[in-house]
């Protein structure tokens, strides 16, 4: 009696490559997707981020009567503010300002009496605290906390952040520091600037933005170092449109930066352009607290013009 025997071979080796090649074909398929979903939603929480801030300024606006001084120091000196801009405190900027108005209120009382008493606000013991609401997650380098040598008896510079203000559309210092107390702007060199005096329309004038991170590897970057200002990384200029080639101007910019953020050292000239890793555009905040997301092809002499509070220039974003 003969018994037929079934066999079962399984797959063989040309149906597992045929299924292999299946699967890196819809992986490949789906991961531009993934990526591209992600990103959204990064740029998303930029946005919300943005608008804090812009909430922010509006507050201390209203509390205060004015936009709070971009920086506290003349552009480009590090030494304490001389008359007759009231002996400002050195190395003080907006950010320290905001504060208490992005739930960093303790913070704040204890960096205020820290400044009653000390040259400096590098050496500031809690300089390295991370504030998430000036990160953009899109920035692989952020939070930036390594510098390329420390502050005043500290081994950094403290936290720098990726979101900066408008000082207006045209260089910080043109002609020496001494010019840079009188620009087109909001936030500029220990400026006080109200919402009465933005005749072109809060709606259609920048109050911040975003930068790139360049990492601290062979020598300073400064560039959102909100913790050493004094040099202008805190500011932006509508000089250029966003995201644009051309190197920033300022001192102690890396010498290697990361491409998408070049730079070249200089005192005289500075400026800062506006850079973020979003997919063809940064999101801006607006003195009315909107926020748009501003394409790298926009018209240069549109963007240019919404850094000027009393242009007279008509210029919007639209709604």
């Known amino acids: 009696m003969t018994r037929s025997l079934r066999t079962n071979p399984g797959f063989t080796l040309v149906e597992l490559l045929v299924v292999i090649v299946i699967i890196a074909i819809l992986v490949s398929l789906l991961l531009p997707a993934v990526q591209s979903a992600r990103e959204a939603m990064r740029r998303l929480q930029c946005k919300n981020q943005l608008r804090q801030v812009g909430l922010a300024m509006r507050q201390h606006e209203t509390k205060r009567g004015y ?13 304490r503010t001389p008359e007759p801009y009231n ?3 050195d190395r003080r900027c907006w950010m320290h300002d905001l504060l208490p108005h992005l739930e960093y209120g303790a913070m704040y009382d204890e960096f205020d009496e820290y400044m009653e ?3 400096s606000a590098l050496g500031f013991p809690e300089h390295d605290t991370v504030i998430p609401t000036l990160m953009c997650p899109s920035d692989p380098t952020s939070p930036k906390l390594h510098t390329f040598w420390g502050g005043i008896g500290t081994p950094t510079q403290g936290f720098s952040g990726n979101y900066i203000v408008s000082a207006g559309s045209s260089f910080f210092n043109e002609g020496g520091e001494q010019n840079s107390v009188d620009l087109d702007g ?7 600037v109200t919402l009465a005096q933005i005749r072109d329309g ?3 004038t920048t109050l911040c933005s975003e930068l790139i ?18 040099h202008g990384g805190v500011l932006f200029s509508t000089r250029l449109p966003p995201n644009n080639m051309v190197p920033d101007q300022l001192n ?21 352009s506006v850079r973020s890793f979003h997919t063809g555009g940064v999101n801006v905040t607006m003195a009315d607290g909107s926020v748009h997301f501003v394409s790298d092809a926009i018209d240069p002499p549109l963007f240019k013009a919404l850094g000027s509070r009393d242009g007279g220039e008509v210029a919007s974003l639209g709604h």
């Not at 936009?67 to 030494?79: E, I």
């Not at 936030?187 to 006080?192: G, H, K, Q, W, Y």
């Not at 991170?213 to 004094?230: C, E, K, Q, V």
Request: hydrophobic share 35%.
């Open 67 to 79: 936009f709070p001084h971009g920086t506290y120091n003349l552009l480009d000196s590090t030494h």
């Open 117 to 119: 008493t000390h040259a």
């Open 87 to 89: 002996n400002m405190q």
């Open 202 to 204: 809060a709606s259609n």
């Open 252 to 272: 102690w910019c890396a010498f290697h930066p990361v491409p998408e953020a070049p730079c070249i050292w200089t005192g005289t000239n500075m400026f800062v």
């Open 213 to 230: 991170l360049s990492p601290d590897t062979d020598s300073h970057d400064i560039r959102g170092r909100y913790y050493n200002p004094a």
């Open 186 to 192: 909001l936030l500029f060199a220990v400026s006080r």
